[in-house]
């Protein structure tokens, strides 16, 4: 009796210690709240992608012409701007954030980007671009495309310059 009195204790202890996993509808919420979308439309719109076609033409030897660059920027544009990188996109953050923070911790950073202060970081482009810094820093393997990303590439920029 002892023994099942000391386990459902236990048991009950380690179950409040343990917090929920994110919902479905909470993940979607934060990703909603974050403003993920208009991010992703502003990020293609901005002159991020020039620096990136400028490393594309270097690192495949491409004649430096402006038509060259026009059509590779664009194409790159094109890409960020299509449905389907946003919602791969959206769909690799919801899993992080699924699985990685609880409910609780979800509600809590829905409540505070819906303060003036949590809107405006959201809002303010030299705090995103200190955010994207630091994660480079953090995770370096993430600032330079993986080896199926590098291929991916490499065949996306034969079938457009062999056309």
């Known amino acids: 009796m002892k023994k099942s009195i000391v386990f459902?204790?236990?048991?009950?202890?380690?179950?409040?210690?343990?917090?929920?996993?994110?919902?479905?509808?909470?993940?979607?919420?934060?990703?909603?709240?974050?403003?993920?979308?208009?991010?992703?439309?502003k990020l293609s719109n901005s002159?991020?992608?020039?620096?990136?076609?400028?490393?594309?033409?270097?690192y495949y030897q491409i004649p430096q012409?402006?038509?060259?660059?026009?059509?590779?920027?664009?194409?790159?544009?094109k890409y960020y701007q299509s449905d389907a990188y946003k919602q791969q996109f959206q769909q690799q953050l919801?899993?992080?954030?699924?699985?990685?923070?609880?409910?609780?911790?979800?509600?809590?950073?829905?409540?505070?980007y819906k303060t003036p202060i949590g809107k405006s970081i959201l809002n303010n482009s030299k705090f995103e671009d200190k955010i994207v810094n630091a994660v480079?820093?953090?995770?370096?393997?993430?600032?330079?495309?993986?080896a199926r990303a590098q291929q991916k590439l490499s065949h996306a920029m034969e079938k457009f310059f062999l056309r």
């Open 8 to 41: 459902v204790s236990l048991y009950l202890t380690s179950s409040l210690l343990y917090a929920t996993p994110a919902s479905t509808a909470t993940t979607q919420q934060f990703i909603e709240t974050i403003q993920l979308e208009q991010h992703i439309q």
């Open 94 to 112: 919801f899993d992080i954030y699924s699985k990685n923070m609880s409910e609780e911790e979800l509600q809590e950073w829905i409540t505070f």
């Open 136 to 146: 480079e820093q953090i995770f370096p393997e993430n600032a330079e495309p993986s």
């Open 65 to 77: 012409t402006q038509q060259n660059q026009t059509r590779i920027n664009n194409a790159i544009k």
């Open 47 to 58: 002159n991020a992608f020039q620096e990136l076609t400028q490393q594309i033409i270097a």
